[in-house]
Every structure is written in structure tokens, then in C-alpha cells.
């Protein structure tokens, strides 16, 4: 029989646990917190998009790795997995997968159910902080001096995201002891800082539009949905799908912008002839029916107009420069909210150093990994869990081989 521990009891650390515990190992969590599942139940506003029916290998960074896991456990096995533990899927739009119960909690307690009936070990506020192989197996070392030994070893700890669930970043310097390499790490799903003097005046403004990312004058990725302006900068689901390649970017010390289309139903043509429509109104009052109030004294002061002078009182160009501003308004991107509130982390453990099919590594014999440990990351909405569930039951399934 296999002694297996798993570093990390999150979604893909437990999953792992239970498909090591059924192929037949003895199997121990290793957990820092003083319950299993945290991070999971901070996911979906607390109702836990646990995963996505449509997520496909090309939604995440390496898609070519992620392709060799998914043919082994794809979405439809995470949904016959917890259906099997009793949670009934609550399929909405974009494929996004709730529990019907609309509850994290039912997640969390139905694997830690499945854990406690197996009988698998769970040491708890024990944090690894080195690992080293010998001839035998693994040699872990906790932050009390005290040491675990076993002969298959997962790693599973996350990866820097929501430090408050206790993701340190740990698993990457126990990644290091064992020979491999970190990529770049920075946080991705998150929200955008930005500069701009209207951040006060936009502040709580909320709007679907489409979001298009700009480097080098050149725009590298669209988005639309909801998008909500802070005080800080901006949020909403098209902000967080844009992050990645922004935080990236900034990483480098590139500079990034972000335009909005403040009128996205009608193009700048068709705002210009709108606004002709309107030319006996003051500029105030035509802005009003196309855009939120909040929004109107921005694009004026961005327009330099007076708010009661009447359309037709306008030059043509400056006509256009407002049908412009509506069509395309640019915010320079300044950074993130970082870790603390960031969904997943980019980068990690280098897959080129991990075996696709096995999710064992190419340097220790023995060692697996899961999750978000490796360098691997997806989009918003429930494609990063169900890389959690894959990838921890392929690592599971396998460190008992």
C-alpha cells in the first residue's frame, strides 16, 4: 500500500485525498488551516461556481497540457462526481455550474464527508515548509522542526490568491527544494487600478459595454459584460477576463489601457447622427437618454463643453469628438488589487517539467502536483475549480500507481 500525503486540503487537494484513498493508498492531508475548504467557500459570492460545462483546454494559459488531463476527467465527470456525493448541478448562462442549493457550504461538506467515511488522515495547522527526497520517498518538515515521511507526495497548496484562505505560496518553495523551476507569478481574475481624475465621479457607475485591453496602440483582447467603476479603478466580470494579460504586461513594465465603449449598442456614426437627431437640446440633456447621469458631466468635461449649450450651437467636429468619447473612452491601467483579491494566480510550477498525463514530475520521482500550484490558470467563471477537480484526481489516481 502506497503512503501518500497531499500538501493542501482546497478543491483539488481533497479530491485528490478521495481518488487516492479509493485506488487503494493510505492517505494523509496536510492542512494549515483548522478546516478543509476554505478558499472554496469564498468562491461565487459564496455560492461556489464549482465549474463550467463548457470549459474547453484553448479557455486556459497552456491549453495543450491542460488537454491531456481534461480527456481523462473533464467537466462531465466532475458533474458525475458530486452528483454521486449528492449535489444536484444548477447549470445558469456561460455554463457556469452552481449547486442547487446555491450554498459553498454544500460543496466543503459533502467532500469533507467523503474524507471522514474513507477514513483518510487530516493533520491540521501544520504548514510544510521543506521537502526532500531520499531513496525511500519523501521527507517533509513542518514549522515546529517536526518531520512526515511517505512514498507518493502531492502537492496541492494553491497558489498566492486570497492569502485571508491561507494561500503563502509555500508549495512554491517546497516545488524548489525537489529541483523545479517557478515561472513569473503575478495575480490574474482581478480588479484594475486607474488613473484618471474622474475615478470619484464615476465611483459606483455600473454598465454593460465592451472593455477592449490596448498596448501599443493595438487592441489585444475584447470583452462585454458588466463593468463597474470604483474608486480605485474597475471591476465587473469583463475587467477580471482582461486582468491576466494586463497584470502580465505591467509585469513587464509595459504600459496598458483600457477603452470603453460607454454606448455600446449604436456605433460612432450612429451616436454622431443621434446627436443631430438632438440638436435642439442642450448637450446635457442628449447625453442623458444615451448614458448614466454619472457618466454625462465626465464626457462633457472630457469634451470641454458646457452642459447647457445646444447641439446645433456645436462645430461639426466638436460633434464628433463627442460621439467619439461615448464610442471609445481610454483609462490608463496602473496596476491591480493584487493577491488579496485576486481569484487564481498566474504562473507557477513549470509544466514543462511535469509529466501532462500523470501530473508527475519530470525531476522527483513521486511527486504530483494539482491545482493552481502549477502554472496553469482559466477564465472566470468556474474554469479554474474544475482544473482543481481534474487535475487533483489525476494526481490522485496516479501517486497510487
Not at 464615476?202 to 454598465?207: A, M, N, P, R, S
Not at 486582468?243 to 465603449?261: C, G, T, Y
Not at 447625453?287 to 462645430?315: F, P, S, T, Y
Request: hydrophobic fraction near 40%.
Amino acid at each position: 500500500m502506497k503512503k501518500v500525503i497531499i500538501i493542501g486540503g482546497g478543491a483539488s487537494g481533497l479530491i485528490a485525498a478521495i481518488a487516492a484513498k479509493r485506488h487503494g493508498a493510505d492517505v494523509t492531508i496536510i492542512e494549515r488551516n483548522i478546516k478543509l475548504g476554505k478558499k472554496i467557500l469564498a468562491t461565487g459570492n459564496g455560492r461556489c461556481n464549482f465549474t463550467n460545462v463548457d470549459a474547453e483546454p484553448i479557455h486556459y494559459n497552456n491549453p495543450t497540457f491542460v488537454k491531456s488531463v481534461f480527456e481523462q476527467f473533464s467537466p462531465q465527470d466532475t458533474l458525475l462526481f458530486f452528483k454521486s456525493l449528492g449535489i444536484t448541478p444548477k447549470i445558469e448562462d456561460l455554463g457556469k455550474t452552481y449547486p442547487l442549493s446555491e450554498q459553498a457550504s454544500s460543496i466543503t461538506d459533502v467532500l469533507i464527508y467523503e474524507v471522514k467515511r474513507l477514513g483518510i488522515e487530516v493533520v491540521y495547522e501544520t504548514v510544510i515548509l521543506s521537502a526532500h527526497k531520499d531513496s525511500k520517498g519523501f521527507v517533509l518538515y513542518d514549522q515546529k522542526g517536526e518531520s512526515f515521511y511517505c512514498d507518493r507526495l502531492i502537492i496541492s497548496t494553491g497558489g498566492l490568491a486570497l492569502p485571508q484562505s491561507g494561500s503563502d505560496g509555500t508549495g512554491y518553495q517546497i516545488a524548489k527544494d525537489l529541483g523545479h523551476e517557478i515561472t513569473k507569478l503575478f495575480p490574474a481574475l482581478v480588479k484594475l487600478k486607474l488613473d484618471s481624475p474622474y475615478l470619484k465621479q464615476l465611483d459606483g457607475v455600473k454598465f454593460p459595454g465592451f472593455v477592449t485591453l490596448i498596448h501599443n496602440q493595438t487592441p489585444i483582447q475584447t470583452e462585454f459584460g458588466d463593468i463597474l467603476f470604483t474608486k480605485y479603478g474597475i471591476s465587473g466580470p469583463t475587467i477580471l477576463q482582461l486582468s491576466r494579460k494586463a497584470n502580465a504586461l505591467l509585469s513587464n513594465h509595459e504600459s496598458v489601457f483600457i477603452d470603453v465603449k460607454l454606448v455600446s449598442e449604436l456605433s460612432v456614426d450612429q451616436i454622431y447622427d443621434r446627436l443631430l437627431e438632438l440638436k435642439n437640446l442642450p448637450v446635457e440633456l442628449a447625453l442623458l437618454g444615451l448614458i448614466n447621469r454619472k457618466i454625462v458631466a465626465v464626457v462633457l468635461k472630457e469634451a470641454h463643453l458646457m452642459a447647457d449649450v445646444r447641439i446645433d450651437q456645436l462645430k461639426p467636429n466638436q460633434i464628433k469628438l463627442l460621439a467619439n468619447i461615448l464610442s471609445s473612452m481610454k483609462f490608463k491601467v496602473t496596476g491591480s488589487k493584487g493577491y488579496e483579491e485576486a481569484q487564481v494566480t498566474a504562473g507557477g510550477v513549470n509544466c514543462d517539467e511535469i509529466n501532462p498525463v500523470t501530473l508527475e514530475s519530470l525531476k522527483a520521482k513521486g511527486l504530483y502536483f494539482s491545482g493552481e500550484v502549477m502554472d496553469i490558470d482559466g477564465l472566470c467563471g468556474g474554469y479554474n475549480l474544475q482544473w482543481a477537480w481534474s487535475s487533483g484526481y489525476i494526481a490522485g489516481l496516479y501517486a497510487t500507481k
